[in-house]
């Protein structure tokens, strides 16, 4: 016969791990391949980074330095608005030219003229309304 089980019901406080220099250095390249399909210039890439055009040539070039805490999230950010492309549009190269489509929820600009802002914020503004069109799960 099965006697119950206490279950554990206290919450555990929630910490992400910080993302380590091996997975910011492996979601750089993804991100380069990701700008390639985005046919974005040296200097928009740079600008998505907030780096310099000359470290992001040299990174591009001989792999990721140190990536900061910011860096990691821009690159986090930019891996989750391909990942919810991927799941809106079956084809994939619909979904890399909607990022330079004007877009009615960003009163005409594209996704790319409201992350060429600058600002992390900027990217993440993207990212919501992309998880929000696709659904959460």
Do not use: C
Request: proline share 4%; net charge positive; glycine share 8%.
């Amino acid at each position: 016969m099965l006697a119950l089980q206490p279950v554990d019901t206290v919450p555990h406080a929630f910490r992400p791990d910080p993302v380590t220099q091996e997975e910011a250095s492996a979601m750089f390249r993804a991100v380069l391949n990701l700008f390639g399909k985005w046919e974005l210039t040296d200097e928009q890439a740079a600008t998505l980074l907030d780096m310099p055009v000359r470290s992001y040539r040299r990174w591009k070039a001989e792999g990721a330095g140190r990536v900061s805490r910011d860096g990691a999230a821009r690159l986090s950010n930019l891996m989750g608005i391909h990942k919810a492309l991927r799941i809106i549009f079956s084809e994939a190269p619909r979904g890399y030219a909607w990022i330079k489509a004007g877009n009615a929820a960003f009163a005409g600009a594209s996704a790319l003229d409201v992350m060429l802002g600058g600002e992390l914020t900027d990217i993440m503004r993207v990212r919501r309304y992309l998880d929000a069109e696709r659904g959460a799960w």
